[in-house]
T-cell receptor, first 114, second 114 residues
Framework: SQKIEQNSEALNIQEGKTATLTCNYTNYSPAYLQWYRQDPGRGPVFLLL?????KEKRKERLKVTFDTTLKQSLFHITASQPADSATYLC?????????????FGTGTQLKVEL | NAGVTQTPKFQVLKTGQSMTLQCAQDMNHNSMYWYRQDPGMGLRLIYYSASEGTTDKGEVPNGYNVSRLNKREFSLRLESAAPSQTSVYFC?????????????FGDGTRLSIL
């Protein structure tokens, strides 16, 4: 069956370090992969989208890589700050039949400590 | 900008009661979605509407019905609530385009079924 895996254990890092979150998937070849941020009590907020033919995408302190051979995306936050503490979700486009439907991973909680 | 607005924010129901969750977006988006989010399960698609007048089932549609009232509004109805439907429900919308459009989420309705 199709599966999206994100590390369920929280990631604790020190302020100023680079946080790296992983999204692995099996049994599918998505055209797009998206990353979202979710704060407690709020809905997810879109951060970045990367296409299958793109290796890397950057936006300010954020960087996403997409390796379709390994079936893996890495999400990096450089110079992390306590305000980056949140749960980060990856989502694959078209897993359940195409179009704009997304299938989400369970998310990884990031805690940035002073 | 309001974005995606969900009402109510919180609700407690008794088993067997019915309820309609409301969602409205002011971004002129074509597609709208209903998800539920449960601990350890991630976001799961219940129903979606690619455009006004069309709806289709997602991953977990049983026990729910939807209505795309107009381009702005997409409601989710529980006809006979069950404790298994206790969850946080999110509505989302996305702009026109066949692939890879980011989704914009509301802040959720927290629903408890006793």
């Amino acid at each position: 069956s199709q599966k999206i895996e994100q590390n369920s254990e929280a990631l604790n890092i020190q302020e100023g370090k680079t946080a790296t979150l992983t999204c692995n998937y099996t049994n599918y070849s998505p055209a797009y992969l998206q990353w979202y941020r979710q704060d407690p009590g709020r809905g997810p907020v879109f951060l970045l989208l990367i296409r299958e033919n793109e290796k890397e995408k950057r936006k300010e302190r954020l960087k996403v890589t997409f390796d379709t051979t390994l079936k893996q995306s890495l999400f990096h936050i450089t110079a992390s700050q306590p305000a980056d503490s949140a749960t980060y979700l990856c989502a694959l486009d078209g897993v359940t039949g195409g179009g704009n439907k997304l299938t989400f991973g369970t998310g990884t909680q990031l805690k940035v400590e002073l | 900008n309001a974005g995606v607005t969900q009402t109510p924010k919180f609700q407690v129901l008794k088993t067997g009661q019915s309820m309609t969750l409301q969602c409205a977006q002011d971004m002129n988006h074509n597609s709208m979605y209903w998800y539920r989010q449960d601990p350890g399960m991630g976001l799961r698609l219940i129903y979606y509407s690619a455009s006004e007048g069309t709806t289709d089932k997602g991953e977990v549609p049983n026990g729910y019905n939807v209505s795309r009232l107009n381009k702005r509004e997409f409601s989710l109805r529980l006809e006979s609530a069950a404790p298994s439907q206790t969850s946080v429900y999110f509505c989302a919308s996305s702009p026109p385009g066949s692939w890879g459009q980011p989704q914009h989420f509301g802040d959720g309705t927290r629903l408890s079924i006793l």
